[in-house]
C-alpha cells in the first residue's frame, strides 16, 4: 500500500502517530517559512506542513509541487496552531519528513475545487477530473448508497438478482429501439432493451418467483433533464401477488430508502389517487401534491353568459392563487406570456382578483357581473387577497396547460421546497392510449398489462375506458416508477394483442417466445421498475438526473468525452455488411 491512513482519517486523537498519505495536491500555499500542501483524495483533504528552518531541501521540494500531482507524504501528525473548524481533519497536519511524487500532472483545464470555474462542455469533456469535486463525488456516493441498500431491502425480501441480456429483440416499452447490427447473421439486428420487461416474465414462468435487477435500459428518445438514452431501472417482479402485494412491497423499499439514507420518516401510509382523479385535480398523471392549488372546474356557471371564449369551450378551469391578489399587471402579463409559450399553447389567460376590500376585478368584467364573480370565488373558495387564474378549451389539453401554470406558480410561490417529499400511488391508468400518429390505440403501459376484468365488457364499445391493473409511483412532480399487474393468461394475452392492432403473425413475431413460455403454466404476476437516476436526484432535492450518472450523455445524446456516437471504420461496416447512405 501507498498510504497508511486516507486524506479524510486523522484526528487530533492520532497526534504523534507516524502516517503516509498519497493523493492529489489540492493547492500550496508559501507563507515565508512554511510551506502548506492540501493533500486530497475521495476521503478528504489533510494539510502538510513544509518547515524551511528545519529541512529546506524538502520545503523547496514541495514548493515546486503543481496542482493535481500525484504524491506519496511521509511525516508525523501534529496538531495545527490555527486550525480549521470546516473540515474533520482541521485540527492536525502531518510533519512531513519525506515526499515522494508519484505523478505530474498538466495543469487541469478547469479548478477542482467545489465552486468549480469550468463550464458545463468542458467539465463533461474531461468529467474525470469533474468527479475528484466533492459536489461531483458526493452524488456518487449517495447513488451508491441508494442502490446498496436496494440490494439490502430486496434480498431480505427474498428477490434473486438475476441477470438479463443487452442483445435482444425489440421491447414492448414503446419508445424508438437502439440497434446493434450482427455479423454473423447478415443483414440482422439485435436490439438495446428498453427494460427486462419480457424476461422478468419469463423468469416467473421459470419459478423464480421474486425477482430484481439493478440494471442499464435503453430507449432512442428526445431528451429532456430527466432523461437520458440509457438509463438505471431498479427492476422487479413477483408471482402470486395482487396489485395490493405489489405496492405495499415497494413502498416499503421507498420508505426504507428514505429512512436510511435521508432519515426521512414516512410514517404514514402512501396516498393513492386514481389517474382518471389526477388528471381531473392536477392535469398530472404524477401530482405534486406538495401545495394544494387544486383544479376547480367553472364550466357550469361561466358558460352562456355571452362570453364567446368561454362558451366556446368545452371545460373552463381555475386554480386560486392564494395571497395573489396584489399581482401587478406586470406579474399577470408574465404569466399570460407563460401560459402562451408554444410549449404550452394556451392562447391566453383570464384572471379575478378578490380584492382585500371586497370588491373583485377580473379581465372578463365585460361579460359577468360582481355577482358571477363570486359564484366563482364560492367555488375555488377564494377569499379576500386571493387571485383566481382561468384556462379554457378543449379539456385535455386544458388540464395540461393548467398543471403547468399550477406547477409554475408553485414555484414562484415557494411552494416546492425540494427537501420535502410528498409521494403519491397514481392507481387506474387507462389500458390504451389512442395514436393519432399511428391511427390505433396503443398500450399505454404495455402489451402485457392487465385490464381490470370488469372493465373488458367495453372492448367492442369505448376501449379508451378500459382501466388497467396499472400503478405509478409519483413524488413531487415526478414518476419515480410504474408497473403492473400483467396478463398471465395466454387467450387473454391474445385478445389484448388483437386489441393493440397486432395481426397474430406480428404478435409471434414480436413476442412468439412469450406466448409460448405462458402455455407452460404461467402463475399470476406483477411488478414494478423504478427509474434509479431519478430516484436519487429526487432524495438530493435536484432535478437534474445527468448529476447522477458518472459519464452521462449531453442534450443531444453524445458523450463529449469519448466523442461518441462516432463513424466506424470501412473494414467494420464490411465485416457487418452495412453501406451507410450519404
Ligand atoms: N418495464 C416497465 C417499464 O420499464 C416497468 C414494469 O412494468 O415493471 O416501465
Known amino acids: ?49 513544509f518547515n524551511m528552518e528545519t529541512n529546506e531541501e524538502l520545503c523547496l521540494k514541495a514548493r515546486k509541487l503543481g496542482r493535481e500531482f500525484v504524491i506519496q507524504a511521509k511525516g ?58 466533492n459536489p461531483v463525488i458526493n452524488k456518487l456516493k449517495l ?76 430507449r432512442d428518445e428526445d431528451l429532456r433533464a430527466d432523461r437520458q438514452p ?10 402470486f401477488v395482487e396489485q395490493e402485494d405489489v405496492l405495499n412491497m415497494f413502498e416499503g423499499l421507498i420508505k426504507h430508502l428514505f429512512k436510511v439514507v435521508k432519515d426521512v420518516d414516512f410514517n404514514y401510509d402512501f396516498p393513492r389517487i386514481t389517474w382518471a382523479d389526477a388528471m381531473k385535480k392536477y392535469g398530472s398523471d404524477k401530482p405534486d401534491i406538495r401545495f ?42 408574465a404569466l399570460t406570456d407563460f401560459v402562451k409559450r408554444p410549449q404550452i399553447g394556451a392562447s391566453g389567460l383570464i384572471y379575478c382578483k378578490f380584492n382585500a376590500d371586497g370588491t373583485t376585478k ?65 392507481l387506474d391508468f387507462p389500458l390504451l392510449e389512442w395514436s393519432e400518429e399511428e391511427n390505433r390505440f396503443m398500450a ?29 409511483l409519483a413524488m413531487n412532480g415526478v414518476e419515480l416508477g410504474g408497473g403492473s399487474i400483467r396478463i398471465h393468461d395466454h387467450a387473454l394475452q391474445l385478445q389484448m394483442f388483437e386489441l393493440l392492432g397486432f395481426t397474430p403473425e406480428a404478435a409471434e413475431t414480436q413476442f412468439g417466445f412469450l406466448m409460448k413460455a405462458f402455455e407452460f403454466g404461467a402463475p399470476p404476476h406483477g411488478g414494478l421498475a423504478f427509474g434509479l437516476d431519478r430516484l436519487v436526484c429526487m432524495m438530493d432535492g435536484a432535478d437534474s438526473i445527468r448529476d447522477y450518472i458518472a459519464f452521462p450523455k449531453n442534450n443531444s445524446g453524445r458523450d463529449v468525452m469519448i466523442d461518441a456516437p462516432a463513424p466506424i471504420s470501412d473494414k467494420q461496416l464490411k465485416e457487418l455488411n452495412i453501406n451507410v447512405l450519404k
Open 292 to 333: 394544494g392549488m387544486e383544479f376547480v372546474y367553472l364550466t357550469d356557471c361561466a358558460k352562456g353568459k355571452g362570453f364567446s371564449v368561454f362558451d366556446n369551450a368545452q371545460e373552463i378551469i381555475c386554480i386560486n392563487a392564494k395571497g395573489c391578489a396584489e399581482y401587478t399587471r406586470k406579474q399577470l402579463d
Open 76 to 133: 508525523k501528525v501534529i496538531e495545527r496552531s490555527s486550525k480549521n473548524t470546516k473540515i474533520p481533519t482541521g485540527e492536525i497536519e502531518i510533519e512531513v519528513t519525506e515526499l515522494n511524487i508519484l505523478n505530474e500532472a498538466k495543469t487541469p483545464p478547469f479548478t477542482i475545487e467545489d465552486e468549480s470555474d469550468g463550464g458545463d462542455d468542458l467539465r463533461m469533456q474531461y468529467r474525470y477530473l469533474d468527479i475528484r469535486r
Open 444 to 472: 399505454m403501459h404495455h402489451p402485457f398489462t392487465s385490464p381490470k376484468l370488469e372493465d373488458l365488457h367495453l372492448t367492442a364499445t369505448d376501449p379508451g375506458k378500459i382501466r388497467a391493473n396499472a400503478y405509478d
Open 362 to 426: 377580473s379581465s372578463v368584467d365585460k361579460f359577468f357581473s360582481e355577482e358571477d364573480r363570486k359564484v366563482w370565488g364560492e367555488k375555488a373558495g377564494a377569499e379576500k387577497g386571493d387571485l383566481l387564474l382561468i384556462l379554457c378549451g378543449e379539456t385535455e389539453k386544458t388540464q395540461k396547460q393548467m398543471n403547468e401554470l399550477r406547477l409554475h406558480l408553485g414555484s414562484e410561490l415557494g411552494l416546492r421546497d425540494p427537501q420535502v417529499f410528498k409521494p403519491l400511488w397514481v
Open 1 to 49: 500500500m501507498y498510504r497508511t491512513q486516507t486524506c479524510g482519517e486523522l484526528r487530533i486523537s492520532d497526534v504523534n502517530k507516524m502516517v503516509t498519505l498519497a493523493g492529489w495536491v489540492q493547492r500550496s500555499r508559501d507563507l515565508g517559512g512554511m510551506t502548506f500542501v492540501d493533500l486530497r483524495d475521495r476521503y478528504g483533504i489533510t494539510q502538510l506542513a
Open 230 to 239: 440509457e438509463f438505471t431501472q431498479i427492476d422487479c417482479e413477483m408471482s
Open 143 to 218: 447513488r451508491n448508497r441508494v442502490a446498496l441498500e436496494t440490494r439490502k431491502y430486496m434480498d431480505e425480501h427474498g428477490f434473486m438478482d438475476v441477470e438479463t441480456p443487452m442483445l435482444i429483440k425489440s421491447t414492448p416499452e414503446g419508445a424508438r429501439d437502439f440497434v446493434v447490427p450482427s455479423r454473423l447473421h447478415e443483414g440482422q439486428f439485435y436490439a438495446l432493451p428498453q427494460s427486462p420487461q419480457t424476461f422478468k416474465q419469463l423468469l416467473m414462468v421459470s419459478g423464480v418467483d421474486r425477482y430484481y435487477q439493478i440494471t442499464k435500459c435503453f
